[in-house]
């Protein structure tokens, strides 16, 4: 499956957002995760990295 | 496999510019793409949205 984590950074350290991100919108300053169980959060962030190799994304909150 | 094609955004149409992408990165107003090829590609645009379902990267360019 091509699913990834999520994962909001916060200093040096990230949290970790959501489990098995299926689709990401950026716009307006914000950024929206779904996952494959319809769950949907909605971050006042950007996208910094995302590797499909690690299946990980990385977003950056926007102060 | 979970590589995704890239697309950008000219007005109504979408350009392919990537295939078998696997790492994106965002920062100061670029965004870079890596292929499984080894391709790089920056471009001066931003994230539009992602679909891991469909596999199809959307970038939006910065005027």
Redesign the interface.
């Known amino acids: 499956m091509?699913?990834?984590k999520a994962y909001l950074l916060k200093g040096s350290e990230e949290e970790e957002i959501m489990e098995e991100?299926?689709?990401?919108?950026?716009?307006n300053g914000t950024v929206t995760l779904r996952s494959i169980f319809g769950e949907e959060k909605v971050l006042k962030a950007?996208?910094?990295?995302?590797?499909?190799?690690s299946?990980r994304v990385i977003l950056e909150p926007i102060p």
């Open positions: 091509c699913e990834a991100v299926n689709e990401i919108v950026e716009e950007k996208l910094k990295s995302f590797s499909l190799v299946h």
